[in-house]
């Protein structure tokens, strides 16, 4: 398997613009996760799905933040409208949920000008 | 409630053992994890340990558990420069879901 994939890898837009974050988990795995890692917050977790259902988005920021997993190889983080603040390294996770296992994949670094 | 806690930094010298620790609240986890992140990169599973363990060594890396104090640490023994990353520990439970992260050690080491 090839792994957590994201998509795009590096991504700067304006602020005020939409952006689309994308996430295909490792196939067969039922949890996927989506976090922010910053330099001020270090690796917060936002939102967790299992079997394409939400289980907890207490860590999504505020509304402009929204995420999706439409089947279970396929999931997006939107964030519309963007701000400078929201810049970060956001990684997508999945896991197989035995032992709680994490797999992570490389990250899309977010720029908001 | 849970929280995981670890300190920022750590400087050693090649050759040297690093030993990174970890401690944390919730003592009905079920594994305790341990994740490394280099730079540029997502983070990578290195070992983790069941809490019903105390030790469990994995070539160069030690993990030990003192499930009364809830204190993990994670032993490097001769330390390399390719070791220099952030290390993670986390807490997690038989039934999945989500872990709960420290806020990750960076371990620098000098030549």
């Known amino acids: 398997d090839a792994g957590v994939i994201q998509s795009p890898r590096h991504e700067v837009t304006e602020m005020g613009q939409e952006v689309t974050l994308r996430c295909k988990p490792i196939s067969g795995h039922d949890y996927l996760f989506w976090y922010r890692q910053t330099m001020m917050r270090g690796l917060e977790l936002l939102i967790y799905f299992n079997n394409n259902v939400p289980i907890d988005d207490s860590g999504m920021p505020e509304d402009r933040f929204s995420a999706k997993m439409p089947n279970a190889s396929f999931s997006t983080l939107k964030i519309q409208p963007s701000e400078p603040r929201d810049s970060a390294v956001y990684f997508c996770?999945?896991?197989?949920?035995?032992?709680?296992?994490?797999?992570f994949g490389p990250g899309t670094r977010l720029t908001v000008t | 409630g849970e929280d995981v806690e670890q300190s920022l930094f750590l400087s050693v010298r090649e050759g040297d053992s690093s030993v990174i620790n970890c401690t944390y609240t919730?003592?009905?986890?079920?594994?305790l994890y341990w994740y490394k992140q280099e730079p540029g990169a997502g983070l990578q599973l290195l070992t983790y340990?069941?809490?019903?363990?105390d030790m469990k060594q994995d070539q160069r890396l030690t993990v030990l558990l003192n499930k009364k104090d809830k204190h993990l640490s994670l032993r490097i023994a001769d330390t390399q420069t390719g070791d220099s990353a952030i290390y993670f520990c986390?807490?997690?439970?038989?039934?999945?879901?989500?872990?709960?992260f420290g806020q990750g050690t960076e371990l620098s080491v000098k030549p």
């Open positions: 340990i069941f809490s019903n363990m």
């Open positions: 986390a807490e997690g439970y038989n039934q999945g879901g989500k872990l709960i």
């Open positions: 996770a999945s896991s197989p949920g035995l032992a709680g296992l994490e797999y």
């Open positions: 919730d003592s009905s986890s079920t594994y």
